[in-house]
Nanobody
Framework: QVQLVESGGGLVQAGGSLRLSCKAS???????MGWFRQAPGKEREFVAE????????AYGGSVKGRFTISADNAKNTVYLQMDNLKPEDTAVYYC????????????WGQGTQVTVSS
């Protein structure tokens, strides 16, 4: 089992930055970690993922070039640095863990709200 706790959400003006954190506990070794988001009335959207070694990252098209995923394995924490935020980035952001390189996302955090004002 893996437990995930997100933090760092909040209200920011367009063009601003936020950094989300996801602290993992339990069986955290070799999991691929990811961030997803869901805005009201919309489907959940893939944001970014990072491999257990940190050597591979991938991003959703709408955030590429603005968001950066990173990990501190010593702290079992994954980060999402979000720059140049836009109102359309407003959503609940969820951290997730996959035991099989992103094929299945078995573990989820409770989510953290990000609101970007125009």
């Amino acid at each position: 089992q893996v437990q995930l706790v997100e933090s760092g959400g909040g209200l920011v003006q367009a063009g601003g930055s936020l950094r989300l954190s996801c602290k993992a506990s339990g069986r955290t070794y070799s999991n691929t970690m990811g961030w997803f988001r869901q805005a009201p009335g919309k489907e959940r959207e893939f944001v970014a993922e990072i491999s257990g070694s940190g050597g591979y990252t991938a991003y959703g098209g709408s955030v590429k070039g603005r968001f950066t995923i990173s990990a501190d394995n010593a702290k079992n924490t994954v980060y999402l640095q979000m720059d140049n935020l836009k109102p359309e980035d407003t959503a609940v952001y969820y951290c997730a863990a996959s035991p099989n390189f992103g094929r299945d996302w078995d573990y989820w955090g409770q989510g953290t709200q990000v609101t970007v004002s125009s």
